[in-house]
Structures are given as structure tokens and as C-alpha cells.
């Protein structure tokens, strides 16, 4: 089974600051990897899909790149809408599995 | 407008079983894989199972593998999983997400408002 690596766990970021969370798959899995956000209480949201594609209506602060095993995802400014949990997900074959979580903070 | 309404849910004790159901709209069902995730209180999201949809075609957690079982009626356009000898690390609110493509290997682009299910005697 593939197993999808977040880091860092938590962070805590000051407005305006771009932030970076990265995802790693212990085999390849191509560019099948989507980004969800999660805000206290709600449904996740997808953010990113096939690595870098911006699911429509997400702001373009958002990006994510990478491909086989190492992904990122960047917010190049971030707002306080931003505080959330990110996760990744792998969806190149079954069990389609998420990762652990970014928790995002506003320092 | 694409809306998945998953009910189900409840206390049950350890052992018992309970059957979730998802209602989906505002597409044809049919023609998209589903899965249903789960998230423990204070936890990370974790896939359960998926189905293709055609139906031919399901998918487990080894977590869940041979005690929970997946399901769809595309005359009720309704997503099912029925899950069996339940266990206290079962209990989380379970979401029905609805993929991109008819095969499971696509994004989860449409998600439920999730129903919570506690293992518990």
C-alpha cells in the first residue's frame, strides 16, 4: 500500500507570509494527488487536483507542483481564510490514502 | 446542483452493525465512482472504501476489509455501506465523496455534510 508522508504537522505563518507544506508517497504515483482544505467544523474542500491543476473557483494563491513522489503545496500569500487543515490524498490506486494533515495558523 | 446526503448514523454497541446510506442529486450517478471517508473526533481523514460506477468494482481499508461492504442502487441513486462487528475505533463521522470519473482512480470533487456514527457500549 502506498503511504503518504505530510510535513510539517503544524505551522503557524504571519499574513501575507507564503507557506509551504509538502507531501511525500513512499512509491510513485505519477501526478494522482489532489490537495483538500478542511476549515474548523466543515467538509473538505478539494483545492488541487493532479498535482497541479486548481479545482475551478479556488483563488489563485494557491498552487501545488511536483510529481512521482515529492508534491508540494504553496500559498503564496496567506489570508486569514487560509486557517485550515490541508491534506494530501493519493489517487493512483486503491487505498486511496490521505495524508496526515498540515494544521495552518495565523502567527 | 450536486448534493450527497448521507443519514445512517447513530450509537451502537461494539459487535452490532448499522447500514449508512448517501443520497446523491444533480448528476447522473451512474456515471461516478464513490467512496465513503471517515474522520475520528480530532483525527485526519482516512478513505474507507470505494465502488466504480458501474458497481462492478469495490475496494476496502484493510481496516474495514470483511466487516464493512459497499454498495449502490442506481434506481435510488443511493451510495450504501454496511458495516458489520463494529468497534470503538470505528466510531467517526463517516462523509460519502463523490469522484470525478466513473473509475475510483480520480479526485473527490464533491463531498457530504458526513454522519456521525459512535461505537459504544
Known amino acids: 500500500d502506498i503511504q503518504m508522508t505530510q510535513s510539517p504537522s503544524s505551522l503557524s505563518a504571519s499574513v501575507g507570509d507564503r507557506v509551504t507544506i509538502t507531501c511525500r508517497a513512499s512509491?510513485?504515483?505519477?501526478?494522482?494527488l489532489a490537495w483538500y482544505q478542511q476549515k474548523p467544523g466543515k467538509v473538505p474542500k478539494l483545492l488541487i487536483y493532479a498535482a497541479s491543476t486548481l479545482q475551478s473557483g479556488v483563488p489563485s494563491r494557491f498552487s501545488g507542483s511536483g510529481s512521482g513522489a515529492d508534491f508540494t503545496l504553496t500559498i503564496s500569500s496567506l489570508q486569514p481564510e487560509d486557517v485550515a487543515t490541508y491534506y494530501c490524498q493519493n489517487y493512483n490506486s486503491a487505498p486511496l490514502t490521505f495524508g496526515g494533515g498540515t494544521q495552518v495558523e495565523i502567527k | 446542483e450536486v448534493q450527497l446526503l448521507e443519514s445512517g448514523g447513530g450509537l451502537v454497541q461494539p459487535g452490532g452493525s448499522l447500514k449508512l446510506s448517501c443520497a446523491a442529486s444533480g448528476f447522473t450517478f451512474s456515471s461516478y465512482a464513490m467512496s465513503w471517508v471517515r474522520q475520528a473526533p480530532g483525527k485526519g481523514l482516512e478513505w474507507v472504501s470505494a465502488i466504480s460506477g458501474s458497481g462492478d468494482s469495490t475496494y476496502y481499508a484493510d481496516s474495514v476489509k470483511g466487516r464493512f461492504t459497499i454498495s449502490r442502487d442506481h434506481s435510488k441513486n443511493t451510495l450504501y455501506l454496511q458495516m458489520n462487528s463494529l468497534r470503538a475505533a470505528d466510531t467517526a463521522v463517516y462523509y460519502c465523496?463523490?469522484?470525478?470519473?466513473?473509475?475510483?482512480?480520480?479526485?473527490?470533487?464533491?463531498w457530504g455534510q458526513g454522519t456521525l456514527v459512535t461505537v459504544s457500549s
Open positions: 465523496a463523490k469522484a470525478a470519473a466513473s473509475t475510483i482512480t480520480a479526485r473527490f470533487n464533491y
Open positions: 512509491q510513485g504515483i505519477s501526478n494522482y
